[in-house]
């Protein structure tokens, strides 16, 4: 069964509303600060796969409505990085930075550790690596067609799209537990509880915020929202195959960083965040929820129990790591638990998933501004540039 555009978006809208319905419902994902998209679009995603399992039935969701929603997220991102502001990152920025590229490095050494000791070709736990897992379908699906070339795997494509699945399920799964086990390990008393009226936000931190904003600020920001993503699209297109290459949602993301600063530092135009972050977080929400509700569960039963098993240690892995490495790097506060959870969203899923988990945190405890300042900008953009190196890396090492 096919979903047009408007079908699409009908059924995106109702699947997430029933994701904040079961979450207000249910105590247990409100105690584990489980995302309303990862909860309604999986939730949905079951279903779907019940019924395709015992009726043959499957169902095929307009994929164009996925990829709007995510470079207008994206866009938004690059629309409310003030260099004014990310100055204020500072030495944590840098540090989480670090850390980021230190567990690239050695997702991708476990992978294809664990590989071996299964018996799979090292290249296997490649794709069970950083190239799916950090990178998710877009950089699984751009490095596919290089491995099959460099080390003949079979079925790598398939592969990607099934490790970068169930990445994006679990990415979503675990940030809210591992900050809750933080949180109560720690002792750590959360922040103040958010006030909208006495705190200056970070873009994305609270979406159930007040929204000052008139018709007037939402069609300006939408406009500078469309530049970001058909300007993004045509240098994506205009640099494929260069040494520019980068993914669509870089692009918007960069041009929504100079249309930001260029207005900021030569204009006495005012970028009005609540617009950008009313829209980003409806991007934010759409994204997920398309892409949950239309993951093929199917495929993953079609995973070899070789590579299941690399993919769940390495959840354990990130699990360990955001407990031990990232916590602790990062200060040991409720910020560091925020970030950690943040880490656990795109190191094993997208972006979008890390400022999911991190909402659906600050929500209940209080707000992270460190949090909502760094995990955006270097899980949208550093993470990018970081994790191709390091597959580049190993893909020449095992080639050799």
Not at 327 to 341: C, E, H, P, Q, T
Not at 374 to 381: H, L
Request: glycine residues 10%.
């Amino acid at each position: 069964m096919v979903f047009g555009l408007f079908e699409t978006l009908t059924t995106a809208c109702l699947v997430l509303i029933l994701g904040f319905f079961i979450v207000k419902k249910v105590k247990f994902f409100r105690d584990y600060n489980i995302p309303e998209p990862v909860v309604g679009g999986f939730f949905i995603a079951i279903v779907l796969y019940l019924i395709y399992h015992f009726y043959g039935i499957s169902f095929q969701f307009e994929g164009s409505l996925q990829t709007a929603m995510m470079l207008i997220f994206f866009s938004s991102i690059g629309l409310s990085a003030d260099f004014a502001k990310l100055k204020k990152g500072g030495k944590p920025l840098l540090i989480f930075i670090g850390v980021t590229g230190t567990f690239i490095f050695f997702q991708n050494l476990f992978g294809i550790s664990i590989a071996k000791l299964v018996g799979l070709d090292p290249s296997y736990g490649l794709i069970a690596g950083s190239i799916t897992l950090t990178g998710g379908h877009g950089t699984g699906a751009a490095w596919a067609k290089n491995l099959t070339d460099t080390f003949k795997i079979e079925g790598a494509m398939e592969l990607a799209m099934a490790c970068a699945t169930y990445g994006l399920v679990m990415g979503g799964i675990i940030g809210g537990p591992v900050a809750k086990f933080l949180l109560k390990k720690n002792n750590i008393s959360p922040s103040a509880q958010l006030n909208t009226d006495e705190v200056p936000l970070e873009p994305f931190e609270n979406p159930e915020s007040k929204r000052r904003m008139n018709v007037h600020n939402v069609i300006e920001t939408l406009t500078m929202l469309a530049i970001c993503v058909t300007a993004g699209q045509f240098l994506y297109e205009t640099m494929k195959g260069s040494a520019f290459e980068l993914p669509n949602f870089v692009w918007s993301l960069l041009i929504g960083v100079i249309i930001r600063n260029i207005l900021a530092h030569t204009t006495t135009y005012i970028v009005n965040d609540h617009a950008v972050d009313t829209l980003g977080n409806t991007g934010l929400y759409l994204f997920l929820t398309v892409a949950l509700m239309s993951l093929q569960l199917w495929q993953l039963s079609g995973l070899a129990s070789q590579i299941l098993i690399v993919l769940l240690l390495q959840t354990l892995m990130m699990i360990l790591f955001a407990i031990f490495v990232t916590y602790r790097v990062m200060g040991k506060d409720y910020d560091a638990i925020v970030l950690s959870a943040g880490h656990c969203g795109f190191g094993l899923g997208a972006t979008p998933t890390a400022i999911a988990n991190m909402q659906a945190i600050t929500l209940r405890y209080g707000p992270s501004h460190k949090a909502f300042l760094i995990v955006p900008m270097v899980g949208a953009f550093f993470v990018d540039i970081i994790n191709n190196v390091f597959i580049k890396l190993f893909v020449g090492l095992l080639s050799m």
